[in-house]
Each structure stands twice: as C-alpha cells, then as structure tokens.
C-alpha cells in the first residue's frame, strides 16, 4: 500500500465529522470569541475571518504591547481599544501622552487632559505613602533618567537631603503621612546640598543637577496642581509633550507611575476580575526600557489589581524584554527593519508564515499573538485582517455666508449615502472634508455633487435640508457662479406656492448688485472685519441632523 492511495467507502454523515483543516493558523473560535459585555471586538481574522475579541480573562494577563513602524497605526488600535474597553467592561484609562498625539482626540471623547508643565506635581508629594518609600522612588527615577548613578558619594548625599528635608518638615521616614502637613520640594532639597557645597564637591554637583531640574522644569516639579487621584477614572491624558526635555518628560511619566503602582498596591486583590484600568505608554522609550522602571512593576503584579498596561513603541527593542515577553498580548504592526523583526521572532518564536506575512501588513493589519491563560496546543499567534476601527470623533462643518453647520461622520455619510451618493463618492467628499480641516464651503460641496452628476438644483435642496437657510444659502453661493441662477435655482426649489418670497429673494441679489463706484471703494479699502464670523442665522435651527455653534 505504500505510496498509494486506496478508495474507502465513507458515509456523508461521517464525511461531515471530519476536520479536513487540521491545523489552521489561528486559535480555536472558543479562545477568539467571546460575550460583548466581557471583551473588546478587535477586528476579524485573516485566514477564516474570524472575529477577534479580547477577553483578559482567557489571557495570561490583561496587557498588552503594541509595536510597528511609524504610521502602521498604533495609535489608532490604541484609541479603538480603550474607547471600546471603556464602553464594554467599563475600563478607565490613563494615558501617558509623550508627543501631545492624543490630548485633541481624549477631548473631543469627552475625557479630561492634564497640561504637564503648565500644570505640575510636587516631586516629594507623598499621595498616602510613607517619606522613605517616595525618597527610594525619587532615587530610581534619577538613576535611571541621569548619570547619577556613576558617582555613588553623589546619590548618598542626594538621598540624605532628601532625607533631612523631609524631617525638616515634620515627618517621620517610615510612616505614613496623617494629617494636613505639607511636603517638602526639590527646592529645600537643594538648599541642603548647597549648604554642603562648600566642604564637598560632590555636594556641589548634585546640588547643581537639583538646580538644572528645577530651572529647565520651570516650576512643574514643585507646584503640585494636578490632583493625582482624580487621575485614575474615566478617560484622562497626561499631556507631556510641552516639557522641554526627554528627561523631564520622563521624570513626570515616572512619577506618575510610581503613583499608579501605589494606588494599585492600596486596591483591592481581584485576581479574576475584568480590568478597571488600563495605564497607557506610547512611545516612553526611557522608561519601557529599563528594568527598574514601575511600567515593569505593573506588568508583574496589574492583574492581581484589575490594572493593565498598554505600551506602544515603534521599535521593540525599546521596549524592555521583562514586559515584553510577560505581556500577554502582543500587537505587531508592520515592522521594517529585519533586526526588530529577529527580535520579536527570538521572543516569541513564532513561524517562518508569520515571519513572511509580516512583510506584507499594510496600515491597520497586525500579527497577534496572545498568550493564553490555560495551556492549549492550538496556534497562539495569527494575522488579524485590520482593526476595525472607531472613526475619529471629529465635527465636520458645512460652512459660508452665515452658515456653520455642524455633523458627525456618520450623520452626513448617511443623508448622503440617501440623497444618492455611492459609498466610493460619499467616502471621497468626506476626505474632502478631512483635507479641508474637516470644513468645506457650501459651494465646495454643491461643486462636489455637481461632479458626481447632480444638478445644482438638487445639491441647494439638499443644503437645505442639512439645516442651511434661504438666505445662508444665498449669501454662500452668489459668489460661486451666476447669481441670478442661483437664485432661481434656490427659488424654483422653494415650489410654485411661495411666489411672493421669489420676488423678495430676487430684489434682494437687485439691492445687493455692487455698483461700480463701490466696487472701486471696496478694491481701494479692504472691508474692515471681513475675516470675522457672521452670526450663525437663527432660521435654519429647527432642521433636522444639524447642530449650530
Ligand atoms: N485600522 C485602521 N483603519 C483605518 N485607518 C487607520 C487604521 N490604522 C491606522 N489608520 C490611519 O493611519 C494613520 C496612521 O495611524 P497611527 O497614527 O495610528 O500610526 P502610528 O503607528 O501610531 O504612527 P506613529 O508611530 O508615527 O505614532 C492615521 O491617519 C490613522 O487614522
Ligand atoms: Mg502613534
């Protein structure tokens, strides 16, 4: 029989019970789905579009990291995640916002942004802690983000002024602060050092590297006004970008997570429950990439609390192998040098199908490799199609003459999608939009529905059932084309039974025909305000789908 293939007889029945796919390259349906209400839909599968949604309860743990080159989107998994974890297992988030690239979109979801440097935090500021424990945090935060390391003399002496400055203000080192006293900051910590200054050079140095922070920060360090607990619900950025340096916007991205792993510590051990918040660090190359940092803290013992955490960078070699390995999903983006690529192939040994289809992922496409609770011997790692994204919560305005109409993405592509658009015309107009800063004049758009084969007529009838009135419509589109067509356009559309207001209409395009003289003045003297927003006509109000500002 060897080498040939012999003819059995097998009953459909039995034909149907057979797994002809023994091995597809994705996990089993039970480990990718699951209810809504306990998961976060991600996107579907590449080979068997199987919808893929994450359920930290069927993970090792609930964090994750996310890597890919710049514009692979990251950023946009990131926002899709936690809006949706925030909607579905009601999740808080808390996002370290390094280059400023999610203060606009957290606003526009309603959540709160926090100004880093504008606003600030007292380094010393204990948060329910006890002085010897923040004095060891303020430590590894320095040794990791400055050379102080190299000079052991210096870090005794910074530590003991720390020490002193807090015993200055009344506390004890190793309780826990009661009462309303008030911390010491880095300031009385450099006054110490610069009274040793004179006996010890070593005293003179740190004391100067106390001195840079507090210059080059301009207060933020000292000045505590962002109230640290109300950072841990609901959806809030901690805008860093405005810090002048790498190294302060670490220093505050640190602090910030010491303060997190406090509160998480002082939270209640619920080993099984969903996360309630999810920490995240996009592109905190500082801190990700040092052992010592508490983003690694958090990923060790955050599940045992409900605390997740999300870091985004586009290398994974700047993110550290501890949390690397440990978390237990891994989000990879399209990679481009074969060195990052070695790198996530040796962490996580995944095949050479995954290796080839990583070369090919476009925007929004990723290799995903989860590490699940229970073992299983079914594929951990698959290509996920796309991630099926929340649009951007921005407004898109119809703009002109006195006209500020507001609609969300949805709304217009809908009344388009009714008006007769087709899904590739309505998709271009709204790209239009985004190219425009999400504004087009009225015209622009009744010239964008003229070219996709609707009359002019009809493009007016549809501005005004977006809200827009007679006159706004007027005043928008006389410039564009010839008046008086316009007007018997928007006219004719009004119907046969308004006749009276056709010759009111048509009287005022007579009254406001500039004659040439004032043409002449107007060219000679540019009108004084002409840049300055008309108040928005009370008379398109009451149409449907519009909001007016
Ligand atoms: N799944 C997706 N569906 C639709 N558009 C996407 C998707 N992912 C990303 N994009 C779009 O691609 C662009 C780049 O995405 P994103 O900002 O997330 O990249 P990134 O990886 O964070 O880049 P960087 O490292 O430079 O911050 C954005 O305009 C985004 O809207
Ligand atoms: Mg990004």
């Given at each position: 029989?060897?080498?040939?293939?012999?003819?059995?007889?097998?009953?459909?029945?039995?034909?149907a019970?057979r797994?002809?796919?023994?091995?597809?390259?994705?996990?089993?349906?039970?480990?990718?789905?699951?209810?809504?209400?306990?998961?976060?839909?991600?996107?579907?599968?590449?080979?068997?579009a199987m919808?893929?949604?994450?359920?930290?309860?069927?993970?090792l743990?609930p964090?994750?990291?996310?890597v890919?080159?710049?514009?692979?989107?990251?950023?946009y998994?990131?926002?899709?995640?936690?809006?949706?974890?925030?909607?579905?297992?009601?999740?808080?988030?808390?996002?370290?916002?390094?280059?400023?690239?999610?203060?606009?979109?957290?606003?526009?979801?309603?959540?709160?942004?926090?100004?880093?440097?504008?606003?600030?935090?007292?380094?010393?500021?204990?948060?329910?802690?006890?002085?010897?424990?923040?004095?060891?945090?303020v430590?590894?935060?320095?040794?990791?983000?400055?050379?102080?390391?190299?000079?052991?003399?210096?870090?005794?002496l910074?530590?003991?002024?720390?020490?002193?400055?807090?015993?200055?203000?009344?506390?004890?080192?190793?309780?826990?602060?009661?009462?309303?006293?008030?911390?010491?900051?880095?300031?009385?910590?450099?006054?110490?050092?610069?009274h040793?200054a004179r006996?010890?050079?070593?005293?003179?140095?740190?004391a100067?590297?106390?001195?840079?922070?507090?210059?080059?920060?301009?207060?933020?360090?000292?000045?505590p006004?962002?109230?640290?607990?109300?950072?841990?619900?609901?959806?809030?950025?901690v805008?860093?970008?405005?810090?002048?340096?790498?190294t302060?916007?670490?220093l505050?991205?640190l602090?910030?997570?010491?303060?997190?792993?406090?509160?998480?510590r002082?939270?209640?051990?619920?080993?099984?429950?969903?996360?309630?918040?999810?920490?995240?660090?996009?592109?905190?190359?500082?801190?990700?990439?040092?052992?010592?940092?508490d983003?690694?803290?958090?990923?060790?013992?955050?599940?045992?609390?409900?605390?997740?955490?999300?870091?985004?960078?586009?290398?994974?070699?700047d993110?550290?192998?501890?949390?690397?390995?440990?978390?237990?999903?891994?989000?990879?983006f399209?990679?481009?040098?074969a060195s990052?690529?070695?790198?996530?192939?040796?962490?996580?040994?995944?095949?050479?199908?995954?290796?080839?289809?990583?070369?090919?992922?476009?925007v929004?496409?990723?290799?995903?490799?989860?590490?699940f609770?229970?073992?299983?011997?079914?594929?951990?790692?698959?290509?996920?199609?796309?991630?099926?994204?929340?649009?951007?919560?921005?407004?898109?305005?119809?703009?002109?003459?006195?006209?500020?109409?507001e609609?969300?993405?949805g709304?217009?592509?809908?009344?388009?999608?009714?008006?007769?658009?087709?899904?590739?015309?309505?998709?271009?107009?709204?790209?239009?939009?985004?190219?425009?800063?999400?504004?087009?004049?009225?015209?622009?758009?009744?010239?964008?529905?003229?070219?996709?084969?609707?009359?002019?007529?009809?493009?007016?009838?549809?501005?005004?059932?977006?809200?827009?009135?007679?006159?706004?419509?007027?005043?928008?589109?006389?410039?564009?084309?010839?008046?008086?067509?316009?007007?018997?356009?928007?006219?004719?559309?009004?119907?046969?039974?308004?006749?009276?207001?056709?010759?009111?209409?048509a009287?005022?395009?007579?009254?406001?025909?500039?004659?040439?003289?004032?043409?002449?003045?107007?060219q000679?003297?540019?009108?004084?305000?002409?840049?300055?927003?008309?108040?928005?006509?009370?008379?398109?109000?009451?149409?449907?789908?519009?909001?007016?500002?």
């Amino acid at each position: 029989m060897c080498g040939m293939l012999s003819a059995q007889q097998v009953l459909s029945g039995q034909m149907a019970g057979r797994n002809f796919l023994l091995r597809p390259p994705e996990p089993s349906p039970d480990l990718l789905l699951s209810p809504p209400a306990e998961s976060v839909y991600i996107g579907k599968t590449k080979c068997l579009a199987m919808p893929f949604f994450w359920n930290s309860k069927k993970l090792l743990n609930p964090h994750l990291c996310v890597v890919g080159t710049t514009g692979s989107g990251k950023s946009y998994f990131v926002k899709t995640f936690i809006t949706r974890a925030s909607l579905t297992i009601g999740a808080s988030a808390l996002i370290l916002d390094w280059a400023g690239e999610y203060s606009d979109w957290v606003r526009s979801a309603g959540g709160r942004v926090v100004s880093f440097g504008k606003q600030g935090i007292n380094l010393l500021d204990l948060a329910g802690g006890a002085p010897h424990a923040r004095m060891s945090q303020v430590m590894d935060s320095l040794r990791i983000l400055t050379d102080i390391s190299s000079s052991p003399a210096q870090c005794r002496l910074t530590e003991d002024a720390i020490e002193k400055a807090y015993v200055a203000a009344g506390f004890s080192m190793g309780r826990p602060a009661t009462g309303k006293r008030k911390p010491p900051t880095l300031e009385a910590v450099q006054r110490i050092l610069g009274h040793q200054a004179r006996k010890s050079a070593d005293a003179a140095e740190a004391a100067h590297r106390i001195k840079n922070l507090l210059l080059s920060s301009g207060g933020s360090f000292t000045t505590p006004t962002i109230p640290l607990s109300s950072l841990l619900s609901g959806l809030v950025c901690v805008d860093l970008h405005s810090l002048p340096t790498e190294t302060l916007r670490s220093l505050a991205g640190l602090s910030i997570l010491q303060f997190v792993k406090e509160r998480m510590r002082a939270s209640d051990y619920s080993p099984h429950a969903l996360p309630r918040l999810f920490v995240v660090v996009d592109e905190a190359w500082k801190i990700a990439a040092d052992e010592r940092s508490d983003v690694v803290s958090i990923v060790r013992e955050g599940r045992k609390y409900g605390f997740g955490l999300i870091v985004a960078s586009q290398s994974p070699t700047d993110i550290h192998k501890s949390i690397f390995s440990n978390a237990g999903t891994m989000m990879l983006f399209r990679l481009t040098h074969a060195s990052e690529r070695d790198y996530v192939r040796s962490s996580l040994a995944y095949s050479d199908f995954y290796e080839e289809e990583s070369h090919s992922l476009s925007v929004g496409q990723a290799l995903v490799h989860l590490e699940f609770s229970q073992p299983t011997s079914c594929p951990r790692a698959f290509v996920l199609r796309k991630v099926d994204g929340e649009e951007p919560l921005v407004a898109l305005h119809l703009r002109g003459g006195g006209m500020n109409l507001e609609f969300e993405r949805g709304e217009i592509s809908s009344r388009l999608l009714s008006f007769g658009l087709t899904d590739k015309q309505v998709s271009h107009l709204l790209s239009d939009f985004e190219r425009h800063s999400f504004s087009l004049e009225a015209s622009q758009f009744a010239s964008a529905l003229e070219r996709f084969g609707h009359s002019r007529a009809s493009a007016i009838s549809l501005l005004r059932e977006l809200g827009a009135s007679e006159r706004d419509l007027l005043s928008a589109l006389s410039s564009h084309g010839s008046k008086s067509s316009v007007a018997v356009a928007v006219l004719e559309e009004r119907g046969a039974g308004r006749q009276g207001s056709k010759r009111r209409l048509a009287g005022q395009i007579r009254a406001r025909k500039p004659s040439k003289a004032r043409t002449a003045a107007r060219q000679a003297k540019p009108r004084k305000g002409s840049s300055r927003r008309k108040k928005p006509s009370k008379r398109g109000k009451g149409s449907a789908g519009a909001r007016r500002r």
